[in-house]
């Protein structure tokens, strides 16, 4: 059995396709490394992969592509017929979709049907794909639940994630081929991207620089860490989305479908205040954070915070990283990467 996985040489697909190397799972991965952070990152962690699959069971294959190319996609999928597909690959960011939306459109929009219709075309038993917890917008109801409604969202990243949302369910309904979609929350830990706070405030404080604090510092976040988050997709991606018995379309319930389609949060399930956030990096690098305090960024949400009762009830996922010992892991493994 392949699976695929795009985006694999990025954070969360790094992890993702480590675990299932480390499960004996066959993987091929897909990245086309644009300039959006420095692509030597993405080219360690890539070796890390080689090495990572030279002391398992498992095989791993990999295509540099653009998955906005069409006629590439379909030659992959051809090529090296997966059995089922983990969809990574996407433009990140929050705040860069505010500067350069049209990015969002070729990979987040583009891209997501091209993957769709190879799917489609290869009979893939079962799509996973990335969404985000950005989705959840303006809305101000916590725990945010798969069930509340998701129409609000403040910024075009957001946006680009509801209609792979809305995409995914078209395509199961029409076609009736299984598509789940993960929220993540907040992600942290080892081979992070230098764009994220994690990276951004423990780089500034082993420096010594100032750091930007938003929002007054009021801000608190679900933060979730990437093994947890692999740990959860890799799950996901082993069972099928299935018709719920009990949906109803007088009554429609927005993460599940009388189609093949769920939608899952995959969080924490416990909201960390920034400030308690930046704390455990000063305890981990064993120096003081000096903050300059700004207002809210345009874009942003004050507060994130997962329900998780689904995606538990569904695969007995429970994350196991205490934030003290997640944040101590990224700090090693930042200063060991920069050694």
């Not at 990572?52 to 006629?71: N, Q, V, W, Y």
């Not at 992600?187 to 991207?193: A, D, I, M, T």
Request: with cysteine; hydrophobic share 35%; aromatic share 12%.
């Amino acid at each position: 059995m392949t699976l695929l996985i795009t985006g694999a040489a990025g954070f969360i697909g790094y992890h993702t396709a480590k675990r299932a190397l480390s499960a004996g799972i066959d993987v091929t991965g897909v990245d086309n490394f644009n300039d959006y952070y420095d692509p030597t990152l993405k080219r360690a962690r890539l070796n890390d992969l080689k090495r990572i699959a030279r002391h398992s069971s498992g095989h791993l294959t990999f295509e540099t592509a653009d998955i906005a190319d069409s006629d590439t996609v379909m030659d992959i999928f051809s090529t090296h017929n997966p059995a089922r597909v983990i969809h990574l690959a996407a433009q990140a960011g929050v705040r860069y979709s505010l500067e350069n939306p049209l990015a969002y459109v070729h990979s987040n929009i583009v891209g997501f049907i091209n993957i769709l219709e190879a799917c489609r075309r290869g009979q893939v038993e079962h799509l996973c794909y990335a969404s985000t917890s950005s989705v959840y917008g303006g809305n101000r109801l916590m725990p945010f639940s798969e069930t509340h409604g998701v129409d609000h969202p403040l910024q075009f990243y957001a946006a680009t994630k509801r209609a792979n949302e809305l995409m995914a369910h078209s395509n199961s309904h029409i076609y009736r081929m299984p598509t789940t979609g993960l929220r993540f929350f907040t992600v942290y830990g080892p081979w992070g991207r230098p764009d994220m706070a994690p990276w951004l405030f423990t780089k500034n404080i082993i420096e010594g620089a100032p750091i930007k604090v938003f929002n007054h510092g009021k801000h608190s976040r679900d933060f979730t860490y990437v093994e947890d988050i692999a740990d959860a997709i890799i799950r996901v991606s082993a069972k099928a989305a299935e018709p719920d018995p009990n949906w109803s379309a007088l009554s429609p319930r927005p993460d599940s479908s009388d189609a093949p389609f769920r939608v899952y949060n995959i969080g924490n399930g416990t909201p960390i205040a920034l400030s308690d956030f930046i704390a455990e990096i000063e305890r981990a690098t064993g120096q003081t954070a000096q903050k300059t305090f700004l207002p809210l960024q345009k874009g942003d949400v004050e507060d994130t915070f997962a329900d998780t009762q689904a995606l538990q009830a569904f695969t007995g996922y429970t994350p196991q990283t205490p934030l003290k010992e997640g944040v101590s892991e990224f700090v090693k493994w930042y200063k060991a990467y920069y050694s």
